[in-house]
Nanobody
Framework: HVQLVESGGGSVQPGGSLRLSCAVSPSSNSINYMGWFRQPPGKEREAVAAIYTINGRDTYYADSVKGRFTISHDRSNGGALALKMNNLQPDDTATYHC????????????????????WGEGTQVTVS
């Protein structure tokens, strides 16, 4: 297993931007997918975005964030994950969690929680 630590959360006004980061420890070549999920107050956790870290190019987004959020993976920085969030809206208020997959096989589902076997504690984002 790997340890994931998120940072970069905070409070912003509608229309503002934030950049979340997820540090990976230890750096692991066994990771094949990473993702961001969020849990709004009083609601279940939902997918935000995912990336196939093997090539760093295949990305997947929830419809609600397409065109506003960008996920990226930096192999040169210990495999850190980032999420650039633009045009933030009150509905984006949530605790954002980083996730990583080190398993192999299974039914392909990078935007499902069950696809991942490593989770961070989360970072709070408030838009108001």
């Amino acid at each position: 297993h790997v340890q994931l630590v998120e940072s970069g959360g905070g409070s912003v006004q509608p229309g503002g931007s934030l950049r979340l980061s997820c540090a990976v420890s230890p750096s692991s070549n066994s990771i094949n997918y990473m993702g961001w999920f969020r849990q709004p107050p009083g609601k279940e956790r939902e997918a935000v975005a995912a990336i196939y870290t093997i090539n760093g190019r295949d990305t997947y987004y929830a419809d609600s964030v397409k065109g506003r959020f960008t996920i990226s993976h930096d192999r040169s920085n210990g495999g850190a994950l980032a999420l650039k969030m633009n045009n933030l809206q009150p509905d984006d208020t949530a605790t954002y969690h980083c996730a990583a997959r080190t398993q192999r096989g299974g039914n392909w589902a990078p935007l499902r929680e069950t696809w991942y076997n490593n989770w961070g504690e989360g970072t709070q984002v408030t838009v108001s």
